[in-house]
């Protein structure tokens, strides 16, 4: 049973309006969150992270929510450009060091 | 450049013919692991390395194995690849301790017939 859940296999958004791309989790331990961007033959890159102790991370265009009680944490990209399209990974972590990843939801950002 | 490598980035085989998959990194990271990615079930952990000689299973060890003898490297080793173990493979790396950054490196498509 996966722990770490996208729900969303694919998402289509038009330039310039915001993307939402969600991600639900299942181990209460999990109090480190990351999310990854990773675009074809490239390997995954870092993007935003966010800890238990917070509910909000920003970053520029990138702004991560987290909401304990409902194991489910949200990343917004505003605006989105069409260089955002790849593929965006949600993991977690319950030590910090070893990582739970997600399915992953595939972002097109339409011109 | 700061980065990790891994070779071949492709790879055809048949079932049953040892091979390695090589990683290394050029950033002094303690911390080394593999990850195998597959359709609908995301990044999944292999195996992974705390420091030198250190190594660990993570969710799907088998069939593989690992080695630490060097900081820089983290060799995969299938002894008897099977069809099953078709996927990309993704080598990272990161300082040690809680909540440090993973690179990753760019892939190695492998395909088992």
């Known amino acids: 049973d996966q722990q770490v859940k996208q729900n969303s296999p694919s998402l289509s958004v038009q330039e310039g309006r915001i993307s939402i791309l969600n991600c639900d989790y299942t181990?209460?331990?999990?109090?480190?969150f990351l999310w990854y961007k990773k675009y074809p033959a490239e390997g995954p890159t870092f993007l935003i992270s966010?800890?238990?102790?917070?509910d909000k991370n920003e970053d520029g265009r990138f702004t991560v929510f987290l909401n304990k009680s409902a194991k489910h944490l949200s990343l917004h990209i505003v605006p989105s450009q069409p260089g955002d399209s790849a593929v965006y990974f949600c993991?977690?972590?319950?030590?910090?060091?070893?990582?739970?990843f997600g399915p992953g939801t595939r972002l097109s950002v339409l011109p | 450049e700061a980065q990790v490598t891994q070779n071949p980035r492709y790879l055809i085989t048949v079932t049953g013919k040892k091979l390695t998959v090589t990683c290394s990194q050029n950033m002094n990271h303690e911390y080394m692991s593999w990850y195998r990615q597959d359709p609908g079930l995301g990044l999944r952990q292999i195996y992974y390395s705390m420091n030198v000689e250190v190594t660990d299973k993570g969710d799907v060890p088998e069939g593989y194995k690992v080695s630490r003898k060097e900081k820089r490297n983290f060799p995969l080793i299938l002894e008897s690849p099977s069809p099953n173990q078709t996927s990309l493979y993704f080598c990272?790396?990161?300082?040690?301790?809680?909540?440090?950054?993973?690179?990753f490196g760019p892939g190695t498509r492998l395909l088992v017939l």
């Open positions: 993991a977690a972590s319950a030590d910090g060091q070893n990582f739970v």
């Open positions: 966010i800890s238990s102790i917070k």
């Open positions: 990272a790396s990161s300082r040690q301790g809680a909540r440090e950054t993973q690179y």
């Open positions: 181990n209460s331990m999990f109090d480190y």
